[in-house]
Each structure stands twice: as C-alpha cells, then as structure tokens.
C-alpha cells in the first residue's frame, strides 16, 4: 500500500481516484508521518463473473407455455401500434 501525503493527495485526488478504479491500488494518507486515513476499491459484491452468466441462465427453470404465449401476444401487439415519430425531426 503507497503512502501519499495529504498534501499531495489533495493535489493528485482525481489520479488517486482513477487509480483506486482502474488499478485496484490502495492509498495510505498520511499527516505528519502518521497514517490518517486509507483509500481502498470497494470489495466487489458479487462473485458472479460475467463469463458464468450463460451458465447461470442455463440452469435457470423454464417459464410453460403459458408465458410463452404472453410472449408471442405482447409481440403481435406490438406490430399493430402505429410507429412512433421522432419528435426532433
């Protein structure tokens, strides 16, 4: 963990920022050679990778018939809606 003086910091604040949120580096702030504050990333909240998404809604339960005939229904619907203009044309 790098430590960065307040001073420095204030003047670097959004660099320290982007670095935390890009690089996941951690910062010790320090007055007077004593450490005052940490800046660190956000733990991240999920374990869930977005590579294991497929997987997950693979396993998912299928909806029944039912709901795919909502599905076709909502769809018709939607065909017989007159096309909405653009207002800025």
């Keep these: 963990m790098e430590r ?3 001073t420095q910091a204030v003047r670097q604040f ?7 949120f ?3 580096a951690s910062f010790e702030l320090e007055r007077g ?3 005052i504050a940490r800046i660190t990333p956000v733990p ?9 998404l497929n997987k997950l809604f693979s396993e998912l339960p299928r909806l029944g018939e039912d709901a795919e005939e909502l599905a076709k229904e909502l769809r018709d619907i939607r065909k017989q809606l007159p096309m909405e203009t ?4």
């Design 4 to 6: 960065v003086n307040v």
């Design 14 to 20: 959004s660099d320290l920022l982007n670095r935390v």
């Design 22 to 24: 890009y690089q996941k």
């Design 33 to 35: 050679n004593k450490v």
């Design 44 to 52: 991240s909240e999920s374990p869930l990778k977005v590579k294991d």
């Design 86 to 89: 653009n207002k800025w044309d």
